[in-house]
């Protein structure tokens, strides 16, 4: 099992990203996926979650500027994060909701300067 992030960089603040996650070795239309985030000195958050039946949840600091997606046929999951803060700005995971498959996989690092 893997997950592999891609996508993050370094950006500007209101400006947009598009963070990219390619899963093997789970079926990502059986289970609810979701995107983590880890800044400096801090824990690991939720940011969003996609359900098998397409319902999705946002942390309330991302809710109306971040949309979590995926696409079954290519086994990816995506995050597309608009009017970027920098208080967004930490490494980014994608992993199965419940933590039960595989682990955490190298991230994207998003860095979001004022």
């Known amino acids: 099992v893997q997950f592999v992030e891609s996508g993050g960089g370094s950006t500007q603040f209101g400006w947009s990203l598009i963070l990219s996650c390619a899963v093997s070795?789970?079926?990502?239309?059986?289970?609810?996926m979701s995107w983590y985030r880890q800044a400096p000195g801090k824990n690991r958050e939720l940011v969003a979650t996609i359900h098998p039946d397409g319902k999705v949840y946002y942390f309330d600091s991302v809710k109306g500027r971040f949309t979590i997606s995926k696409d079954n046929r290519r086994n990816e999951v995506f995050l597309e994060m608009n009017n970027l803060k920098p208080e967004d700005t930490a490494v980014y995971f994608c992993r199965e909701s419940a933590l039960n498959f595989g682990d955490w996989g190298p991230g994207t690092q998003v860095t979001v300067s004022s």
């Open positions: 070795g789970v079926d990502i239309g059986a289970y609810s």
